[in-house]
C-alpha cells in the first residue's frame, strides 16, 4: 500500500516513541512516517497499547477496551513497558494459554468476560451519542449497584447501602475517614499485619494518619509466629480484646477490621471475638470486614451484615476481573450512623458523586466524574458472579475436596515444597460450616532446594524469581529437553508472601488459588475437574523445574 502523511493513522505520540528509539528526530514528512510504521508492525501490542493509552480521548469517543480496564485506577494498572503487565502480572486482555492458579493476587481477564467488557462498551458509545457523560455513567453504575445487590442476595434488606470505589485501598480510606469523622478524641485502627492484608489498605490506613483535627493510630496485630506457621487464634484474640477495651476505656472510636479471608486464607481475629466486642461497646467500635477476597458464600456476607458490620468486597480476586472493582456494603444502622456525620473532606478529591447512594449526605460536594473503567470492571465482576452463583452447590463442594486432596498431597510429598498450615475456616458463632466456603481455596506454600545434606529453603528473592519465571515460556540451554514441554508452558500463581524465617533465612510463600473461573470450568466438564487438577499439578511440576535449575542457568526466555 502507498504511504504518505494523511493516511498514517497512528498518532504522533507513537511516531514520537519510534523517533526516541531509533535515535532519530520527530518530523512529520511521508518518509518517516513510513518508517516508524514498518517498525510499528513488528512491535509486540502490549507496547503500542501503552503508547496510545497516554492519549487524551475526545469527548465524543471512548478509548479501548483493553485501555479502559486499565483505567480509572491507580499506578498499580500501569503496564510494564517490556513485559505488557502491571503490577500484579497481568495484561488488559485474554491470554487463553495462561494456566491461572494466582487468583489471591490478580487474574487476566477471561476471552469471555472480554466481550461483555466490548460490549459494554459498545452500548456506552450509542448513548453517549444523545447523553452526557455524567448521565449515562450515573445511569450505568446505579444499574450494577442494583445487580450486584441482587445476584448477592441482599435487595431485601432495607436500607442497606452500597458505595463503588476503585479498590479496596480505596474502601478502607472511605471507612477510616468516617470512623474519624466528628470525633473528640484520636480514633483506633486495629488491623492484622500488612504482609496478610496487602501493603494498599495499611498504606491507606496509615496514610491517614491525621485526618480533620485528629490524630489516628493505626495498630497491627501479627497473626502469624515468626516462623510463618498461624499464630494462636486466642493470642490474637486476647490482643484485639486488650487493644479495644483500653480504647474504649479512654472514651475513642475503634474501627475493628476483621479479614476474611487473608492472602494466605486466613481469618482473623475470629467472628467470635469481634461480634462480642462489638455487641459489649456499640457506640465505639465500628467493624468492617476486609473479605476483598471475595471468598464468601452469600449466607456468610448477609450474616456479617446483619451483625451490623460493613462489609468490603472486590471482583479482582476469587471472581478473576480485572483488579480495581471494590464495593462497600453498609447495613441500615451503620449507614444511618454514618448519615448523621459530616462528609469527610478528604474524600473530595477521590470520589464521584455516582459511586455514592443519590440521597447520601453531602455526596452533593462531590465531582460528577465518569469512571468507565471502573465501571467494566464491575460489569466483569458481575457476570463472573453470575456464572458461579448459576453452579450447583453440591458440585462446587466435591470439585473444591477433589483439588484439596490432590494438591495437599502434592504438597506434602514433594521436597521441593512445604505447605503452610491452614487452620480449618471458622466463622462460628456468626454462621455455621454448611456452605463452600468453609472449605480452603487458598494453598501457601514455601520453597525448598532438595540436597543431600538436607532442604534448604529458598529465600525471599530466589522465591520471586521463580514466581517472576513462572510466568514466561523457558527453553533449555543444554540438548537435554526432557523437561522442555513443562518449561514452555507459562503459568501464574499469587506474588510472594513474607512468612517469617526459616532455618534463618527470610522466606516467602507463593500461593497456588481456586478461582470462581476454574470451578465454573471445573464443574461444566464431563471429567469433574481432573482436568482443572491436571493443570494446578503442572505449575507445580514447573515451580519444581525451576527451583532445581536455579542458580544452574538451565534455562533462558
Known amino acids: 500500500m502507498q504511504c504518505n502523511a494523511a493516511s498514517f493513522k497512528y498518532t504522533h505520540a507513537i ?53 479502559l480496564l486499565i483505567a480509572g485506577g491507580d499506578a498499580r494498572l500501569a503496564l510494564d513497558p517490556l513485559s505488557g503487565l502491571n503490577k500484579y502480572g497481568c495484561q488488559p486482555f485474554p491470554d487463553p494459554q495462561l494456566l491461572a492458579f494466582g487468583s489471591s493476587t490478580a487474574s487476566v481477564i477471561s476471552s469471555e468476560s472480554y466481550v461483555i467488557a466490548n460490549r459494554l462498551r459498545q452500548k456506552l458509545l450509542t448513548t453517549l451519542s444523545t447523553e452526557s457523560h455524567t448521565v449515562v455513567y450515573a445511569l450505568e ?116 477490621i476483621l479479614v476474611d479471608q487473608s492472602k494466605t486464607g486466613l481469618i482473623a481475629p475470629s467472628p467470635a471475638c469481634v461480634m462480642a466486642l462489638h455487641h459489649r461497646h456499640p457506640d465505639n467500635i465500628e467493624v468492617l470486614v476486609d473479605a476483598c477476597q471475595f471468598r464468601l458464600a452469600m449466607p456468610t456476607l448477609r450474616a456479617y451484615l446483619e451483625q451490623g458490620f460493613m462489609v468490603a468486597l472486590t471482583g479482582s480476586k476469587f471472581l478473576t476481573a480485572p483488579s480495581f472493582s471494590a464495593v462497600l456494603l453498609l447495613p441500615s444502622t451503620v449507614a444511618e450512623r454514618l448519615q448523621k456525620r459530616a462528609f469527610p473532606r478528604g474524600l473530595l478529591s477521590c470520589s464521584s458523586r455516582a459511586s455514592w447512594p443519590t440521597d447520601w449526605p453531602g455526596n452533593e460536594h462531590l465531582a460528577h466524574a465518569a469512571n468507565f473503567g471502573l465501571l467494566l470492571r464491575c460489569e466483569v465482576a458481575l457476570e463472573e458472579l453470575r456464572r458461579f452463583c448459576a453452579a450447583p452447590e453440591t458440585s462446587v463442594i466435591d470439585f473444591i475436596k477433589a483439588f484439596t486432596e490432590a494438591i495437599q498431597q502434592r504438597l506434602q510429598s514433594d521436597p521441593h515444597f512445604q505447605p503452610l498450615p491452614a487452620p480449618q475456616l471458622d466463622r462460628r458463632p456468626l454462621i ?126
Not at 518530523?27 to 508492525?41: E, G
Not at 442476595?153 to 458505595?163: K, P, Q, R, V
Not at 530466589?462 to 540438548?479: A, D, F, V
Request: proline letters at 5%.
Open 15 to 67: 511516531v514520537k516513541y519510534f523517533a526516541a528509539l531509533h535515535g532519530q528526530h520527530y518530523n512529520r514528512s511521508a518518509s518517516f512516517a513510513c518508517a516508524c510504521r514498518r517498525s510499528l508492525r513488528s512491535t509486540p501490542h502490549h507496547i503500542v497499547l501503552i503508547i496510545v493509552q497516554t492519549q487524551p480521548q475526545t469527548l465524543d469517543s471512548l478509548p479501548s477496551t483493553e485501555q
Open 141 to 256: 453504575i446505579q444499574r450494577i449497584r442494583l445487580e450486584w445487590l441482587q445476584l448477592c442476595e441482599l435487595s431485601d434488606l432495607n436500607g442497606l447501602e452500597l458505595i463503588f470505589a476503585p479498590s479496596g485501598t480505596d474502601i478502607h480510606t472511605i471507612a477510616a475517614q468516617y470512623t474519624s469523622s466528628g470525633a473528640t478524641a484520636p480514633p483506633l485502627i486495629i488491623m492484622v499485619e500488612t504482609n496478610e492484608t496487602g501493603s494498599g489498605a495499611a498504606s491507606a490506613l496509615n496514610g491517614n494518619h491525621v485526618i480533620g483535627n485528629n490524630a489516628v493510630e493505626v495498630v497491627q496485630v501479627s497473626i502469624r509466629l515468626d516462623d510463618g506457621t498461624p499464630r494462636p487464634l486466642a493470642e490474637i484474640d486476647a490482643e484485639v480484646e486488650n487493644l479495644t477495651s483500653k480504647a474504649v476505656a479512654s472514651d475513642r472510636r475503634v474501627l475493628l
Open 432 to 557: 455455621e460450616a454448611n456452605s463452600w466456603d468453609h472449605l480452603q481455596t487458598i494453598f501457601p506454600f514455601l520453597l525448598y532446594d532438595p540436597q543431600p545434606a538436607g532442604r534448604n529453603p529458598l529465600n525471599r528473592e530466589q522465591t520471586r524469581n521463580i514466581y517472576q519465571q513462572l510466568q514466561s515460556r523457558l527453553w533449555p540451554l543444554t540438548p537435554d529437553r526432557a523437561n522442555s514441554d513443562i518449561a514452555s508452558i507459562r503459568c501464574q500463581l499469587g506474588q510472594p508472601v513474607a512468612c517469617g524465617t526459616r532455618n534463618g533465612i527470610a522466606v516467602s510463600a507463593l500461593r497456588l488459588c481456586i478461582s470462581s473461573r476454574l470451578i465454573v470450568e471445573a464443574t461444566a466438564l464431563d471429567d469433574k475437574g481432573i482436568t482443572i487438577i491436571k493443570d494446578a499439578l503442572t505449575v507445580l511440576d514447573k515451580t519444581a523445574l525451576l527451583i532445581q535449575s536455579s542458580g544452574r542457568n538451565g534455562y533462558c526466555l
